[in-house]
């Protein structure tokens, strides 16, 4: 068996590693202890703590780490780790830990793992996924063993939401690693590796809360052929999957056999390079603004399983801004910024998605039409998604089909996508200082008329400069066998969060 390859201070990833043993008798043996079977979008490209490559990843990494706060079944901020969480100032936060919470190892979680996993985020040389965001972190007083002070550089209301993150898990002091990744507190240890197929984890016994999780294996099945994870599901082979494609949706509501939980809440849009190519110019990405028939792309990628997005998806009650749909479909306007720009006699651009899930796929194919119709000449590629996050990752694109939710239920979870270093959902080189002095005045103020208008201007200023179109929000939904008790889909932005429910979930 190869060995899993250790990248910064030790954070490891699953290009190697444990292999699964994957016989016939493993699997009874399996079964007979209790098996959950969970079919993702697709094999995750790793399951590092602190990265981002996905939901099929976060689906894994919320059952082997957990973070300080939590959500419930309403989407409401619970504590998770934390037996305590109290704000004392706008800039000072204090939590006090559960007595029995342990890393899979035995060791305990001290409030000097929460000092150090906030160090490991915010290092120099960190590439963390949460590091922008949590850059208001000043520093962590270690109070006592259980007992901490989170010290703010500023205010900022968010700050709770980030600490709920499955991007930030409270990692150990001792760097300790088991089974080839630094060690968690979830409910679940990594049990093995099948690589580019399937990742198991067994339960962990020290597990923190009573009669949790309530079975003793779940194996993670990757398939990136969407049409095979839905015949797996109605075939048995599966009890869950997540991702639910829009076209199979009706069929699963209507078997008797089967059932579905949906919520509307993510969304898809373009991401542009913006260092080199031609979308340099706002005013082109403001054409292709123009020039898109959002409700082409409802139809084509969510079979009408969605709606249409004129700007920024803010969650409620900020989905009702005076500048919400700030955008039309207006192919007159769209030519003219063209020609404004001095692209009015069209250009060729190479567009980056993805075929699986399809969804990326079809959304591309309707933008290449629709840009075709003022003069854009658009060639799609499309890579498997691990190669598709590597490229978004190193801004190999002119432009990209993109889809996410909001990384919190608060409108400074745009910040995600408007600002920070690049990743693969950001925009390539792109910045801004009267955006990101909007972003920051908006998750300082308290005051909810003064916060809307805020980001009622955020939403002027990035229809100005346009470094994201947005273009749907979209149904998801998880699907499973009938008898599945204890899963919950969460509401609106937070689907991504639903698998944190697998630790209340048997297969019945």
């Not at 029995?100 to 915010?122: C, K, P």
């Not at 082109?284 to 969605?306: M, P, Q, S, T």
Request: glycine share 8%; with cysteine.
């Amino acid at each position: 068996m190869s060995r899993l390859a250790i990248g910064r201070r030790g954070l490891l990833g699953v290009a190697g590693g444990l292999v699964l043993a994957g016989g016939a008798p493993a699997r009874v043996a399996a079964a007979a202890e209790g098996l959950l079977r969970v079919g993702l979008v697709n094999f995750p490209p790793n399951i590092r703590p602190l990265e981002n490559t996905g939901s099929s990843q976060a689906a894994v990494k919320m059952m082997i780490y957990r973070s300080l706060l939590s959500y419930d079944h309403a989407g409401q901020l619970r504590n998770e780790m934390a037996e305590s969480w109290v704000a004392e100032s706008p800039t000072a936060y204090r939590f006090k830990l559960l007595p029995n919470v342990r890393f899979h190892n035995g060791d305990a979680v001290t409030a000097e793992d929460v000092r150090f996993t906030l160090q490991e985020i915010l290092a120099e040389n960190s590439t963390a996924y949460m590091k922008p965001f949590l850059s208001v972190v000043d520093k962590v007083e270690v109070l006592g063993p259980l007992e901490g002070r989170i010290l703010l550089k500023e205010a900022s209301i968010p700050f709770p939401h980030l600490m709920a993150s499955y991007h930030a898990p409270i990692l150990s002091a001792k760097k300790a690693v088991l089974n080839g990744l630094p060690v968690g507190t979830g409910p679940f240890k990594l049990a093995a590796i099948e690589r580019g197929s399937s990742i198991e984890v067994e339960r962990f016994e020290g597990f923190y809360k009573p009669g949790l999780p309530k079975v003793a294996r779940i194996r993670f099945q990757g398939y990136s052929d969407e049409n095979l994870r839905v015949s797996a599901l109605q075939a048995g082979d599966v009890d869950v999957i997540e991702g639910v494609p829009w076209q199979s949706m009706s069929a699963i509501d209507a078997n008797p056999r089967l059932k579905m939980e949906s919520t509307v809440g993510p969304f898809m849009n373009l991401l542009f390079n913006t260092r080199t190519g031609p979308f340099t110019d706002a005013r082109v990405r403001r054409a292709v603004a123009y020039a898109i028939k959002r409700d082409e792309v409802v139809r084509a990628a969510h079979y009408g399983r969605g709606t249409q997005q004129f700007g920024l998806p803010y969650p409620a009650p900020y989905d009702d801004l005076p500048s919400a749909g700030i955008f039309s479909y207006d192919p007159a306007r769209a030519k003219q910024l063209l020609q404004e720009a001095g692209v009015g006699g069209g250009f060729a651009a190479t567009l980056l998605a993805t075929s699986s899930p399809t969804l990326h796929q079809a959304t591309a194919e309707v933008v290449q039409q629709n840009l075709k119709e003022v003069g854009i000449d658009v060639t799609l590629r499309l890579p498997e998604w691990g190669t598709r996050v590597t490229m978004g990752n190193r801004g190999q694109y002119d432009f990209a089909v993109f889809g996410t939710v909001a990384a919190w239920p608060d409108p400074d979870a745009l910040s995600v996508y408007l600002t920070g270093s690049n990743a693969y959902t950001r925009s390539h080189g792109f910045s801004s200082e009267k955006i990101d002095a909007l972003l920051q005045a908006g998750r300082q103020e308290a005051h909810p008329a003064k916060r809307r208008a805020i980001y009622d201007d955020l939403q002027k200023q990035a229809a100005e400069e346009c470094p994201i179109v947005w273009l749907t929000l979209r149904s998801q939904a998880f699907a499973m066998q009938a008898g599945v008790q204890g899963f919950h889909n969460l509401p609106g932005s937070l689907t991504f969060y639903a698998p944190i429910t697998l630790e209340e979930t048997s297969p019945g």
